[in-house]
């Protein structure tokens, strides 16, 4: 029994309790995820602290950046959370971009033909968890990889969204406008506390729930998981629901924060944005490694990048590439790492 693992283990008598739930989870992660949780607190720190000088220097006002910082990031780390346990088990959602382009599509729909606002946010959600659940449904059917089919899903789910407001809509001009202040609550409005109401469920069911950890046990061997009795195509088509409810969440916050809506443009890039954070956070691209709590932090950490560099009057252009650059040498990063350890296992 290693030192960490004996801390944790209540007939150890080198057992120490938690003092909270993060601490929890942090202790029952390994090495690995411990420490990238660790640069992302250090560095999100960082930048905190250079954004406060920065806020001096241009007498503007830091209050007013944290203030903003959980209703900007609402929609990537619930999108994070989506992708988080899906990643858990070795499958992915390269779709929910897309996704939300088609909840955003049926919000638009529904208040063009003045349904309430509650009609219009229950559509919204509804439409995310269900085109989530059709993924994990046509990837057990099928039995092909999640990779491939949700990569179809990207470009086909986009263009549903334009075809389903074409067919629906009169003469339909490309967007859909909501002026009014009513049908703009979960994203203008509640981002931040429906934010912090899901982390901390979040972390509770991380900390005491059982079925992240059966995904992590499937992302790691699903042979031995079936040897144990387990099922691992259900419990995937299981995560690709639970993906959904998130993913409802981040439709929901994502697409009621503007005054347009435009199926075409919306939610762009949002899939390589939510994976970027997700493997910065610690979670293995392969499976059965990482957490919910780092997946938060990287999403974290990518924002007050963002916004450091706008304090540092970065073209938005390079900003841009910049942004992407970093998603992408995490990724590849991350990719080259547990290759490599995989390679090394396979030689012992």
Known sequence: MTNSSAKTDPASPKYKPARSTAQLIYRQSPPAVRQRILFLLFGNLVLLGYLF???QQRESSFWNELVDLGPNIAPQVLGAFALTGLIFCGAIDLSIGSIIAVAGSTFGILHYYEFSPAVCYAGCFSTAV????????????????????????????????LIIAHLTVPDFP????????????PGKFYAGEILLVVM?????????????????????????????????????????????????????????????????????????????????????IFGGQGTYLGSALGACFLYLVSRSMIYLGVDVYWREAIEGAVIVSVIGIDCWLHRTEKLLEELK
Request: hydrophobic share 50%.
């Open 53 to 55: 000088f920065a806020a």
């Open 130 to 161: 269900a085109f989530s659940v059709l993924n994990g449904w046509l990837i057990r059917l099928l039995e092909v990889s999640p990779i491939i089919l949700t990569l179809g899903g990207l470009t086909l789910y986009r263009g549903l969204a």
């Open 174 to 185: 490309e967007v859909f406008s909501i002026q009014d202040e009513a049908y703009q609550g």
């Open 200 to 284: 901390i469920g979040v972390l509770l069911w991380e900390a005491f729930g059982k079925l992240p950890r059966l995904w992590l046990a499937i992302g790691c061997s699903p042979v031995a998981c079936e040897r144990q009795g387990l099922n691992p195509a259900r419990l995937r088509s299981l995560a690709f629901l639970v993906s959904g409810l998130f993913l409802g969440l981040a439709a929901l916050t994502l697409v009621t924060n503007p005054q347009e809506i435009k199926p075409g443009q919306i939610a762009i890039g949002f899939e390589l944005t939510v994976i970027g954070a997700v493997v910065l956070g610690g979670t293995n």
